[in-house]
């Protein structure tokens, strides 16, 4: 089954679908959601949302354990890593926050990076699967810095300066047409 690949990694094809999801949305009139970088945002949200709540459930020890034995207290890693997902995924919902949240999940993508490398390394199981190969996890991470950093880039206030009301600059989006 395609699910117990190494090759499944599941917050990738929430990913996806959330995005797919999203952007149908804006094509039956959700405004906002007409927009691929709000879709895709909502989508990472969906995303940081869905592994953060690994962090506290049943997958957690198996969390812990790709922590690398150079580092101090795993379980507190993992605990600070589930906190600072869904941090991060709330602030991707709000334009004013997006950027900051984008760049502090990237950069905690990087930091957790490490392990995902003692995962594959090590041969572990995580969620009864075998860990992704590396090669795979490092394009996988590509993706998704890629995507974070796309969709909370080049946000900018609406002329009129009304705060709540932030559009794609309108430079942006004579370079899409």
Do not use: C
Not at 2 to 10: C, E, G, L, M
Not at 131 to 143: D, G, K, N
């Amino acid at each position: 089954m395609i699910v117990d690949s190494p090759y499944f990694v599941a917050p990738f094809v929430l990913l996806i679908g959330a995005l797919l999801a999203f952007r149908s949305l804006g094509y039956v009139g959700v405004r906002p959601m007409r927009s691929w970088k709000t879709a895709s945002r909502y989508a990472l949200a969906a995303m940081f949302v869905f592994t953060s709540i690994s962090h506290f459930t049943s997958t957690r020890t198996d969390l812990v354990q790709m922590v690398p034995d150079v580092l101090p207290a795993p379980e507190l890693l993992v605990t600070v890593t589930g906190v600072l997902e869904l941090l991060g995924a709330i602030g991707l919902l709000w334009p004013r926050t997006a950027r900051y949240a984008g760049i502090g999940l990237t950069a905690l993508l990087v930091a957790m990076f490490p392990a995902n490398v003692f995962a594959a390394q090590e041969s572990l199981v995580i969620a009864g699967t075998e860990a992704t190969p590396l090669w795979f996890r490092f394009l996988v991470q590509i993706a998704f810095i890629w995507l974070l950093l796309w969709a909370t880039t080049g946000l900018k206030r609406h002329p009129s300066g009304n705060g709540a009301d932030w559009r794609v600059s309108a430079r942006q989006m004579r370079k899409r047409i």
